[in-house]
């Protein structure tokens, strides 16, 4: 499928186009404030768990962005197919998995590490690999599903993705990467 030219592309045009989907991850944004205080007291009790929410929101949202280029990048060549056998696209997502299963166990350790440096450590260091490990590679797989579907979107409604998808994909991970960290804490802790 190739990408449609927006050769004409005016500011009129554009804030017609982005207006709405820029109110609406604002008002994500503060649903993730909101849920981030109903845990404020279980992660100031554990100061290794509050250092893990804005890396782990930053770096799935970051993963989600790195394919969301890759997305957009095969978009705009004309190569990207929404078949779920496409081996690019199942490549690309795994890629992104695989990536969170590596990166996410050093965020955990480097938190506990931090909090042990500081005299904060409350929890053993495999609870917090654990917790990062579990909430990183979900975040992951959430990122991989908000990217394809904000893609697929983009390609429906004739949006450029480079507008679209890293915006929704950043947002969402921040909403969501903070109720999986803090439902798998109620897990594992």
């Not at 004739?158 to 921040?174: H, I, K, Q, W």
């Amino acid at each position: 499928m190739a990408a449609q030219s927006h050769a004409t592309w005016t500011v009129r045009e554009i804030t017609r186009a982005m207006a709405p989907l820029l109110v609406v991850l604002a008002v994500v944004e503060v649903g993730s404030g909101l849920v981030l205080d109903t845990f404020e007291n279980q992660l100031v009790r554990y100061p290794s768990l509050l250092i893990l929410v804005p890396v782990m929101i930053g770096t799935a949202g970051n993963l989600g962005s790195i394919l969301a280029a890759r997305l957009s990048t095969a978009f705009h060549l004309g190569t990207l197919s929404f078949d779920p056998t496409d081996d690019e696209l199942a490549g690309n997502a795994v890629a992104t998995v695989a990536l969170a299963a590596t990166v996410f166990p050093a965020v955990g350790l480097g938190a506990w590490i931090l909090t042990f440096l500081t005299g904060g450590a409350r929890l053993f260091v495999g609870t917090v690999v654990a917790v990062a490990l579990v909430s990183g590679v979900a975040l992951a797989v959430v990122a991989v599903v908000v990217t394809l579907l904000a893609a697929y979107a983009a390609y429906r409604f004739e949006l450029d993705p480079d507008d679209v998808v890293v915006p929704v994909v950043t947002n969402v991970c921040d909403v969501l990467g903070v109720v999986v960290l803090l439902g798998v804490v109620r897990l594992l802790v």
